[in-house]
């Protein structure tokens, strides 16, 4: 089915137009939701103000917690799960509205970024029914210098496309805590070590021990993220690492951060 049969997404939640190109949506969500594959006419950021959700395009899988966002293009297929209750807060950009301001090009693929704290009060203030024309194109303004200025997420998960190299990432996203030896994942592909080797290369820009610990470490995040009380010694523990230091140093080499630091900012 090529990209204009597919189905464009009706948008649910309150949904306020600017007047100007760009409108914004609030939605709820609870734990155990699955938005399937879709897409929508219209670019989007995507903020969960509270909460975690994972976010599926064809190129990868990103984890965004509290203080990431994802910028989706138009027509860009997408599958949203919520792992944490989320309140989420969308802005929908008009492709005029980003022609107008010259954004297409700077903004033509997906990407997750760090939400800073003028990035995040901006959208929470587009969302407070203050009803200002100018204000609001001021803080829409804002929001999107700013997400140019944002760093790209280390939570990203690329996916490999060749058929023996996907399935055996699939085997590893469906038990990421385990120990996956190449050999044993090559022979259950079809392909021999070296060539699976080669195609997580290629395919990924990564190495297959480099991205079997990047996906250890967004699972590991996903747990750190959504369940209330865990500790980072059971997540050490649960993920198969030897102690708390050699998975602090493990998670740091993904993220650039300890478990502590990640999570003090959740």
């Known amino acids: 089915m090529n990209i204009a049969e597919k189905p464009i997404a009706a948008i649910r939640g309150r949904r306020t137009s600017t007047g100007d190109g760009v409108h914004l949506i609030a939605n709820h969500y609870k734990k155990g939701v699955r938005l399937d594959t879709h897409m929508h006419r219209e670019a989007q950021l995507v903020y969960a103000a509270k909460g975690t959700m994972q976010v ?4 990868g899988r ?8 994802v910028w989706v293009p138009a027509r860009l297929e997408h599958a949203i799960d919520v792992l ?18 010259k954004l ?31 204000r609001t194109a001021l803080l829409i303004r804002l929001a999107v210098l700013e997400l140019h200025r944002a760093e790209d997420s280390a939570t990203f998960i690329p996916l490999p496309q060749e058929p023996r190299c ?32 080669r195609l997580f290369s290629s395919e990924t820009q990564l190495s297959f021990k480099s991205w079997c610990q990047r996906a250890r470490i967004a699972a590991a995040i996903e747990k750190l993220s959504t369940k209330a009380g865990v500790s980072v010694k059971q997540i050490a523990r649960e993920f198969g690492y030897a102690s708390v230091p050699a998975f602090s140093h493990a998670f740091r080499q993904v993220t650039g951060k300890t478990p502590t630091e990640f999570t003090d900012r959740q």
């Open 104 to 134: 297409l090009s700077s903004l033509d693929s997906e990407f997750v970024v760090r939400v800073s704290g003028l990035l995040h009060e901006s959208i929470l203030a587009l969302f407070d029914e203050r009803n200002d024309a100018e």
């Open 166 to 197: 996907r399935r055996a990432a699939e085997i590893v996203l469906g038990d990421p805590a385990s120990s996956h030896e190449i050999e044993t994942l090559a022979r259950k592909v079809g392909a021999s070590a070296r060539t699976l080797s």
């Open 56 to 59: 599926t395009t064809p190129r």
């Open 84 to 101: 944490a209750d989320i309140d989420m807060r969308t802005l929908y950009f008009d492709l005029k509205w980003l022609g107008r301001k």
């Open 62 to 69: 990103w984890l965004v917690p509290p203080d990431r966002a």
